[in-house]
């Protein structure tokens, strides 16, 4: 049995390098993505009172999915009340 092991810095940037909500490697500014640009997102909680706050990289087509759909969601809002 052969067992890996990995530092925080080495697991933080692979986790950085692919999207949030789909896992595709995003790409980065050395690929040629032909125009895509990659997105953010973030998370924002609270816990004992303090608002934290996570950033989380997105794939350009779930940044444009996320962003759409909360647009709708403002308007449906807007429209309700």
Known sequence: ???????????RENARSR??????????DTDE???Q?????????????EIRREEVPLCPRCSATVGMTALAR????????
Do not use: H, N, Q
């Not at 403002?74 to 009340?81: D, L, N, Q, V």
């Open 1 to 11: 049995m052969r067992y890996r092991s990995a530092t925080f810095a080495t697991l």
């Open 19 to 28: 999207c949030d909500t789909c896992g595709v490697k995003i790409p980065g």
């Open 33 to 35: 993505a032909a125009g």
């Open 37 to 49: 640009v990659a997105g953010k997102g973030t998370y924002v909680w609270m816990r004992g009172g």
């Open 74 to 81: 403002i308007a449906m809002e807007e429209e309700e009340g």
